[in-house]
Structure formats: structure tokens, C-alpha cells
């Protein structure tokens, strides 16, 4: 793509001063430069950020970490998890979380537990996460906040978050109910397990 722009420009243009047009060929230089723009402008940046990132995917490994910073806030007001059910969060396929933080506004009862599960690992095979209580800024009886890391231990793989209502009873989210999901590094799955 750059040489044929090159050899346009050496054809149309003055090789000593671009910006002078020779007599006689104002028309030709004028519909030249407007092809050599719209081959540039359509094509040219779309080729070299594709084929940039197609090369940099196909050189991907297992054994590569990429440092990532990937936040999702999930406002949860009055959204139902009916009983027994879940609410899928968070999916990184292809891609394995290596560290991230979870942390998550959730109803909860009198002794600052809630009767929601968050949820990790890779689909179907999701875990509870061991959420760690925030006093300060929890209310028993009404909202407490969790938070937990998501360390890869190693042969663990992580790829999907998700909120869980283990209880017979369907759960409505009060005001300001939340979980906020920040990713900070990743490693392409292997290909066997979901990756590319």
C-alpha cells in the first residue's frame, strides 16, 4: 500500500516543491491526489491496525501475561434473581484472569452476611468466592460491602464472574445495590480449553 502511495507521488507531484503544479496539469494532479487520499483514508489505516493486531494475536501463547486494566460497574437496582438462579457478570474467553478484584454492594442480614454467592471460575464450573466483609462501610440489615481478589492459582483458570441466588426465595436489588469487577492481567486459554 505505501509504495503504490509513493509512486503517485513522484508522478504527480514537482520533485523539488510538491505544493507547485506544472501548466496543463492542474486536472490530472487534483484527481490523482483525491484517489491517493481515498485509498489512504479507507484502506490504509484499517490494513496496518488489522494486520497489527492479527499479528500480535497469532503470536500469543499460553505463557504470555498481558497487563490489562478492564473495569465493569454493574448497577444492580431493581434487577430479580429469581430463586436458584444467577446473573452473569463478567466474561473473558479467550482470555484467562490472572488478577483482578471483585467488590460488591450487596443486601445482606443483621450479622453483615448476604445470602448472595459471587461466583468465579470458568463456565460451568464456577465457585463461590471467599468474600471478605468491609465494616466500615457496610450497614447490617440493609447493604454490606465485599470485596475479594481473583489470584490464578496455578492450574486454575478464571474466566467468568457471576452473582448467584442460592435461596428458595427470588432476591430484588435495593438502591445502590452494585459490583464493580476491575481486571488487571490476562493469558490467552489454550486453544484445548476455550482459547484461540
Not at 523539488?16 to 484517489?35: A, F, R, T, W
Not at 488489522?50 to 444492580?76: E, F, H, M, P, Y
Not at 430463586?83 to 443483621?110: M, Q, V
Request: proline share 8%; hydrophobic share 40%; aromatic share 4%.
Amino acid at each position: 500500500m505505501v509504495k503504490v502511495i509513493i509512486a503517485f507521488s513522484h508522478r504527480i507531484c514537482n520533485p523539488y516543491n510538491p505544493l507547485i503544479v506544472e501548466d496543463g496539469e492542474m486536472n490530472e494532479k487534483i484527481l490523482s491526489l483525491g484517489i491517493v487520499l481515498a485509498v489512504v483514508l479507507l484502506t490504509g489505516p484499517l490494513n496496518l491496525v488489522g494486520s497489527t493486531a492479527n499479528v500480535a494475536n497469532a503470536q500469543a501463547t499460553a505463557t504470555q501475561k498481558n497487563v490489562v486494566r478492564d473495569s465493569a460497574a454493574i448497577l444492580l437496582e431493581g434487577k430479580i434473581i429469581p430463586t436458584k438462579d444467577y446473573i452473569h457478570l463478567y466474561d473473558s474467553t479467550p482470555y484467562s484472569i490472572l488478577n483482578g478484584h471483585i467488590a460488591a454492594k450487596l443486601p445482606c442480614d443483621a450479622n453483615s452476611v448476604s445470602p448472595l454467592k459471587i461466583l468465579i471460575g470458568q463456565a460451568p464450573n464456577l465457585k463461590p468466592a471467599n468474600l471478605e466483609l468491609v465494616k466500615p462501610l457496610s450497614t447490617p440489615g440493609k447493604l454490606c460491602i465485599y470485596h475479594v481478589d481473583i489470584p490464578s492459582k496455578a492450574g486454575e483458570i478464571i474466566t467468568d464472574i457471576a452473582i448467584q441466588n442460592p435461596t428458595t426465595n427470588e432476591i430484588k436489588f435495593p438502591s445502590t445495590s452494585t459490583v464493580v469487577i476491575g481486571i488487571n492481567e490476562i493469558r490467552p486459554l489454550p486453544a484445548s480449553q476455550g482459547g484461540m
